[in-house]
């Protein structure tokens, strides 16, 4: 695991986290196993899995406060194809399930 230089934390080669500077140490555990479990689960399924990138933004974050919600992105490429999601919701557990499950629908279509 490594930050390359866009500030993008890189997983395992073909995973990118971008914009989890502010979630605290606890959290990202969390957000990493997730991810890593979905990453597994699409590596398994789509043997043309290229790239997983989830983007997260803080929305509504005041200076001195911490962000009410999390504006969430998740792109899968597999085969060239690239398969999005988003979702917007006030805990980044939920918005990260929410976020990847969407897009494991888009992709069974």
Do not use: C
Not at 35 to 45: D, L, M, Y
């Amino acid at each position: 695991m490594s930050d390359i230089n866009t500030g993008d934390l890189e997983l395992g080669g073909n995973i990118v986290l971008s914009g989890f500077s502010e979630i605290d140490r606890g959290s990202m555990v969390i957000v990493k196993k997730m991810v890593g479990t979905f990453a597994k689960r699409i590596s398994e399924n789509m043997p043309d899995f290229e790239l997983l990138k989830v983007t997260v933004k803080p929305v509504h974050k005041g200076e001195d406060m911490p962000a009410k919600k999390f504006e969430l992105k998740v792109q899968v490429i597999a085969g060239g194809k690239p398969y999005n999601s988003d979702v917007t919701d006030n805990n980044i557990f939920i918005v990260l399930d929410k976020a990847l499950k969407k897009v494991e629908v888009s992709m069974a279509k």
